[in-house]
């Protein structure tokens, strides 16, 4: 490498993305209940913000260390109205939202620590509205609001995040199209890029809109430097990867479940995996960038994606 030539770390998310696959972490939630932390709570994951900032930190480590380049933050179900919920203010709600950012940095500090050689971003994770309500209405979609009353929902906490200085948002989980236009208004005029990711079944969003008019709308939002799916069956990537890049022409990304179902009422995970490395291949071909997984898919197949991405 030349001296004026930059180092991977030099580059912007959306500058790598433009010249190959990048390594999305896997999820939060299980890393977390894998280390003993008990999150049957309305707040999730974002309770341990308060209690337990430094299990965040090693969640976020172990994916770093896996292979990961990016950490998405734990400010997934993180916002105002639901920390108002529990007698947290409104100060100290934004101080942990920009912490969910904090903890994800000090991970990659110690990553480079430990010898972790490859690059490393933060993604600021803004979950949809029905995340809040805690009451499986996130993979529905549909809650009655207005576009406008969702912008003024989601534009404070993007705020405060965009604030924190993340390398991206990740609008992600996002059921509904109407979400979706309240969250790429909302996203203007922050100075941070972001991506795009609707939680779908089959070729429909989970408020049963088409992908091909979901995915349009980001098309021409210049903010937005991917788009695509999470939150999903892994069965369900391939077309949808296809559809984000014929309506829209910009990076994908995806990040899907690992095939086993939730269910909302007994807040369980039913079935059996079916998410394989080895997909994530014909994903890339298809036009994929942002590559990673979401529910119950932890560190040792973050592992395995990085593993097949780097080698194949």
Same mark, same amino acid.
């Not at 942990?96 to 480079?112: C, K, M, T």
């Not at 788009?227 to 077309?239: M, S, T, W, Y």
């Not at 990867?241 to 022409?249: D, P, Y």
């Not at 990040?255 to 086993?260: A, H, L, T």
């Given at each position: 490498?030349?001296?004026?030539?930059?180092?991977?770390?030099?580059?912007?998310?959306?500058?790598?993305?433009?010249?190959?696959?990048?390594?999305?972490?896997?999820?939060?939630?299980?890393?977390?209940?894998?280390?003993?932390?008990?999150?049957?709570?309305?707040?999730?994951?974002?309770?341990?913000?308060?209690?337990?900032?430094?299990?965040?930190?090693?969640?976020?480590?172990?994916?770093?260390?896996?292979?990961?380049?990016?950490?998405?933050?734990?400010?997934?179900?993180?916002?105002?109205?639901? %920390?108002?919920?529990?007698?947290?203010?409104?100060?100290? +709600? &934004?101080?942990?939202? *920009? /912490?969910?950012? #904090?903890?994800?940095? !000090?991970?990659?500090?110690?990553?480079?620590?430990?010898?972790?050689?490859?690059?490393?971003?933060?993604?600021?994770?803004?979950?949809?509205?029905?995340?809040?309500?805690?009451?499986?209405?996130?993979?529905?979609?549909?809650?009655?609001?207005?576009?406008?009353?969702?912008?003024? %929902?989601?534009?404070?906490?993007?705020?405060?995040?965009? +604030? &924190?200085?993340?390398? *991206? /948002?990740?609008? #992600?989980?996002?059921? !509904?199209?109407?979400?979706?236009?309240?969250?790429?208004?909302?996203?203007?005029?922050?100075?941070?890029?972001?991506?795009?990711?609707?939680?779908?079944?089959g070729d429909?969003?989970?408020?049963?809109?088409?992908?091909?008019?979901?995915?349009?709308?980001?098309?021409?939002?210049?903010?937005?430097?991917?788009?695509?799916?999470?939150?999903? +069956?892994?069965?369900?990537?391939?077309?949808?990867?296809?559809?984000?890049?014929?309506?829209?022409?910009?990076?994908?990304?995806?990040?899907?479940?690992?095939?086993?179902?939730?269910?909302?009422?007994?807040?369980?995970?039913?079935?059996?995996?079916?998410?394989?490395?080895?997909?994530?291949?014909?994903?890339?071909?298809?036009g994929a960038?942002?590559?990673?997984?979401?529910?119950?898919?932890?560190?040792?197949a973050v +592992?395995?994606?990085?593993?097949?991405?780097?080698?194949?």
């Amino acid at each position: 490498m030349t001296s004026d030539t930059p180092s991977p770390q030099d580059r912007t998310l959306t500058e790598a993305l433009a010249s190959g696959a990048v390594v999305l972490d896997g999820g939060m939630s299980n890393q977390l209940e894998s280390a003993g932390h008990d999150l049957s709570d309305d707040l999730w994951s974002a309770r341990l913000l308060a209690e337990r900032p430094e299990a965040i930190t090693e969640a976020h480590l172990a994916y770093f260390e896996a292979g990961a380049n990016v950490a998405i933050t734990s400010s997934y179900q993180a916002t105002f109205k639901g %920390f108002a919920q529990r007698g947290i203010g409104r100060e100290e +709600a &934004a101080r942990l939202l *920009a /912490l969910s950012v #904090e903890l994800a940095r !000090d991970a990659a500090r110690q990553a480079r620590d430990k010898g972790v050689t490859h690059p490393l971003w933060v993604a600021a994770s803004v979950g949809p509205y029905g995340a809040m309500l805690a009451d499986g209405s996130e993979y529905r979609g549909r809650y009655g609001l207005t576009v406008d009353e969702l912008e003024r %929902f989601h534009r404070p906490r993007l705020e405060v995040l965009a +604030a &924190a200085a993340p390398d *991206a /948002l990740a609008l #992600e989980t996002v059921p !509904d199209a109407d979400e979706a236009k309240a969250l790429l208004r909302a996203v203007r005029g922050l100075g941070v890029p972001a991506w795009l990711s609707y939680s779908v079944a089959g070729d429909r969003t989970r408020a049963g809109q088409p992908l091909e008019e979901a995915f349009a709308l980001a098309a021409d939002v210049d903010e937005v430097i991917a788009v695509g799916v999470n939150c999903c +069956a892994p069965e369900d990537v391939e077309q949808a990867v296809a559809t984000a890049v014929r309506v829209t022409g910009k990076p994908v990304v995806v990040y899907p479940n690992s095939g086993e179902a939730w269910d909302a009422e007994a807040r369980a995970w039913n079935g059996r995996s079916t998410f394989a490395p080895e997909q994530v291949l014909g994903w890339r071909e298809s036009g994929a960038r942002l590559i990673g997984g979401c529910c119950r898919v932890g560190p040792e197949a973050v +592992a395995s994606i990085a593993r097949t991405l780097t080698t194949a």
